[in-house]
T-cell receptor
Framework: AQSVTQPDIHITVSEGASLELRCNYS??????LFWYVQSPGQGLQLLLK??????LVQGIKGFEAEFKRSQSSFNLRKPSVHWSDAAEYFC?????????????FGKGTHLIIQP | NAGVTQTPKFQVLKTGQSMTLQCAQD?????MYWYRQDPGMGLRLIYY???????DKGEVPNGYNVSRLNKREFSLRLESAAPSQTSVYFC???????????FGQGTRLTVV
């Protein structure tokens, strides 16, 4: 069965500093990989996704993620965070090629931005 | 184009009451999903439907039933609500091959 680990429950970053959120997955092959963001009281917004090809993926709001097969990782990065980036971030996987089993989510990382 | 619409947005139930959470999508997708979100647990799959008339259990199906009577709607029913079902519920509609998933705004349910 597939699984996702987000090792950091909370991360605090100063505004303007760089950010990296970690995500490790367990799956028999290369899965489809996603990062979602959730602002307080809101639904989920897709930041970016990786299916195949270039291992560095660009997303919305200035985010990027890098797929590293050897480390089973898909870490999310941003060069300079803004106060509006404070939110909950979820990494998720789906079976390669799609599949009816749905997305498997990590438990999330809560990002706090210090002024 | 409304995407995925969930109703209601908020609900308070007493233990033992029943209710149905509604989800509708206007994107003609076959696959729809129900998740629950609890603090520190991420989102966990309750049930899913790969097509009209078919449903399958996910990770946490106990205490829930679902119905996919047509392609557009996928409802989640709590027959006898329990405090452990206090959660935020999300419905999702998915393009073939998981090329994109669309989530509703969620239903915040409190069982007292």
């Amino acid at each position: 069965a597939q699984s996702v680990t987000q090792p950091d429950i909370h991360i605090t970053v100063s505004e303007g500093a760089s950010l990296e959120l970690r995500c490790n997955y367990s799956y028999g092959a290369t899965p489809y990989l996603f990062w979602y963001v959730q602002s307080p009281g809101q639904g989920l917004q897709l930041l970016l996704k990786y299916f195949s090809g270039d291992t560095l993926v660009q997303g919305i709001k200035g985010f990027e993620a890098e797929f590293k097969r050897s480390q089973s990782s898909f870490n999310l990065r941003k060069p300079s965070v803004h106060w509006s980036d404070a939110a909950e971030y979820f990494c998720a996987v789906a079976p390669h090629g799609g599949g009816a089993d749905g997305l498997t989510f990590g438990k999330g990382t809560h990002l706090i931005i210090q002024p | 184009n409304a995407g995925v619409t969930q109703t209601p947005k908020f609900q308070v139930l007493k233990t033992g009451q029943s209710m149905t959470l509604q989800c509708a999508q206007d994107m003609n997708h076959n696959s729809m999903y129900w998740y629950r979100q609890d603090p520190g647990m991420g989102l966990r799959l309750i049930y899913y439907s790969a097509s009209e008339g078919t449903t399958d259990k996910g990770e946490v199906p106990n205490g829930y039933n679902v119905s996919r009577l047509n392609k557009r709607e996928f409802s989640l029913r709590l027959e006898s609500a329990a405090p452990s079902q206090t959660s935020v519920y999300f419905c999702a509609s998915v393009r073939p091959g998981w090329s994109e998933a669309f989530f509703g705004q969620g239903t915040r349910l409190t069982v007292v």
